[in-house]
């Protein structure tokens, strides 16, 4: 079958690339790939070794965690990835590190499903019991349950600000419990696991022999402290006796709570069944907890291999830190601290700039450096579209380069792509189609009566929006236009209105209502003129509000500001 595969993957770049991004690729490239079928190969797999998928190739290949190499990404099913991942543990404000990592998978899920026509069907934990979340909620007197929930919401509402969109389900551990008993049962009928005396579950090491490690290997893994019963000093916790004070559930061992591995194989399984294609996360969980889930899901499916793929996204650390940014360390950037200073579009675009597997380093330069390439993008974007209005004159371009060089980006777009996801190479792909766009787009003192091309300029800009729309970047918001390229001309116009009406108005407020020694009715009430100026000032401060400029009158003084954010209720065009 193999042959026929390299032969037809070519093709399906060729066929990608020709039709990529536009409305119908999807339906025109669902299906180019070729099934590849071998009998039951699936879940025969034994020992350490990572078997292969059956089933349809979708022409990508994808570093997989299991292998530690590049494997071509095949899938169960044609045209649908299952896809499972480990939500954030909701004890504290969700920070920089977790919007890396979830905007990354963001940016490869959309990258599945609007360039490669796949339909990813993602699941997402949302971890709302376990001992740091137990100990948050005592120190701040509430009940876990009300804990968790506040900063579920607020870790939504996050994802939301940065256009990560939502997986199909989000699923709460604590609603599922009896799921998570009914797994431990059957990985115990499956002699996989035993229960303590005290009434904890511990997954026996022992029993899977060399099969422990798959992911990271089991060599020096001394497994979580524990009781005395402990058959190994590996094993791990499948369920935990309550203690005093723990919330906890009825269960056959006696009243307690589940371990934390445990709710995402159950999770998993209940969605997916025995089989997934992708699970995903940040590097720090594939020891112990991934390798954890794989050893639970295939003792309870009695399977060679569960998960086919595991993608780690590398960690975000603040400049000059060797630790990940992270809750428990109290060493983050909130999400929402960081969205007063910087939009939804940069960050994304800071993602892109660096491979998703790799560390990235955060400090004001590289948002700056991602800032500005999107700015250069932006600038091109308005000189194309003045070029196409005939306000830049330029001189005759090379169009047919020009074609080519258009049709050659996008080749190399797809290719980026679909070799592991490669953003950074998207991104030079595009600044290259943009200095080679600028190079043509120079200014000329003289009109000439040389030709035009404005469609090529025309597909440029199209293409441009299209792959970063796709990306979840929008070149569109007008927020970020503004930040772009005319934020400093902006800025001078907001100070010479407000420098004007801080006159006005310091002007009306030293009229004096009533000049003194003179009665009241003697001449024209000085307040009948500085009332339509006072009135006047105060229409255009609650007018500039609502577009985000804000300006705060400090006795015959006034100050100004533009705030990042939309004010709320505004519509985003
Ligand atoms: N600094 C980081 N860089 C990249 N990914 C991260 C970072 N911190 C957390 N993640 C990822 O975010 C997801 C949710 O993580 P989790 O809620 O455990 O966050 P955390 O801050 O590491 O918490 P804790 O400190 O309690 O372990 C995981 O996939 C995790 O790998
Ligand atoms: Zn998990």
Redesign the pocket.
């Known amino acids: 079958m193999w042959p026929c595969i390299t032969i037809c993957r070519p093709l399906l770049l060729k066929l990608r690339s020709r039709y990529a991004f536009s409305k119908d690729t999807r339906q025109t490239l669902v299906s180019p790939s070729k099934l590849i079928f071998r009998p039951s190969a699936s879940c025969t797999g034994v020992g350490k070794k990572w078997t292969r998928p059956t089933g349809y190739d979708t022409g990508l290949k994808t570093y997989n965690s299991l292998t530690k190499q590049k494997e071509p990404l095949i899938l169960a099913q044609e045209g649908i990835a299952t896809w499972y ?8 404000h ?5 919007a ?3 905007v990354r998978f963001d940016i490869i899920q959309r990258v599945l499903s609007r360039v490669f026509g796949i339909n990813v069907i993602h699941v997402m934990v949302i ?1 709302d019991i376990d001992d ?1 979340i137990i100990r948050r909620a005592l120190e701040k007197s509430v009940s876990p349950t009300v804990l968790a929930r506040m900063y579920e919401e607020e870790f939504k509402n996050d994802m939301l600000a940065l256009k990560v969109l939502p997986p199909a389900v989000y699923l709460r551990v604590t609603e599922n419990i009896p799921q998570i008993v009914a797994f431990i049962e059957g990985i115990i009928r499956n002699e996989h696991a035993y229960a303590t005396k005290q009434g904890d579950v511990y997954f026996d090491i022992g029993s899977i022999g060399d099969r422990y490690g798959k992911l990271m290997g089991a060599g020096d893994a001394t497994g979580e402290p524990g009781d005395r019963e402990k058959r190994d000093s590996r094993d791990f916790a499948l369920w935990k006796a309550s203690k005093p004070q723990e919330p906890s559930w009825e269960s056959p061992w006696g009243k307690g709570r589940p371990g934390w591995h445990i709710e995402c194989s159950t999770i998993a399984s209940s969605v997916f069944g025995s089989q997934l294609d992708i699970h ?6 594939a020891f112990p907890h991934h390798e954890n889930e794989i050893a639970q899901c295939e003792a309870y499916h009695q399977s060679g291999q569960w998960g086919n793929y595991f993608l ?6 603040l400049k000059g830190s060797a630790e ?6 109290n060493n ?1 950037i909130t999400i929402k601290d960081f969205l007063e200073s910087y939009s939804a579009n940069e960050f994304r675009m800071f993602c892109l700039l660096t491979k998703y597997r790799s ?2 380093d955060y400090s004001d330069a590289s948002l700056n450096e991602a800032r500005s390439s999107l700015a250069t993008i932006t600038a091109f974007t308005h000189d194309a579209q003045a070029y196409m209005r005939g306000q830049l004159q330029c001189q005759a371009v090379e169009e047919g380069a020009l074609w080519e060089r258009l049709a050659e980006t996008k080749a190399n777009v797809v290719r980026a792509l679909a070799d592991d996801f490669d953003t950074p190479r998207v991104v030079n792909a595009i600044m290259s189609l943009v200095y080679h766009g600028n190079r043509h787009l120079q200014p000329i003192t003289k009109p000439d009566r040389s030709p035009r091309s404005p469609a090529v300029f025309g597909a440029f800009l199209a293409y441009i929006r299209e792959v970063f729309e796709v990306l979840g970047v929008d070149l569109l918001d007008r927020k970020e236009a503004h930040s772009v390229d005319s934020s400093g001309t902006l800025e001078n116009v907001v100070e010479q209105l407000a420098r004007f009406r801080s006159d006005v108005r310091a002007f009306a407020l030293s009229v004096q209502d009533t000049p003194p020694g003179e009665p009241a009715h003697a001449s024209p009430s000085p307040c009948s003129e500085k009332l339509p100026l006072l009135k006047a000032c105060d229409t255009l401060r609650k007018d500039l509000a609502s577009m985000g400029v804000h300006i705060r009158d400090r006795g015959p003084n006034s100050t100004w500001e533009i705030s990042q954010k939309r004010p709320a209720g505004q519509d985003k065009k």
């Open positions: 991942s480990c939500g954030p543990t909701v004890y504290d969700a920070h920089l590190g977790h890396c990592s979830y971890t740091k995903s996360g940040g590097i720090d969980l780690h996204s590398g960690h975000l650390h990940k940014m992270s809750k428990s360390l983050y560390a990235i």
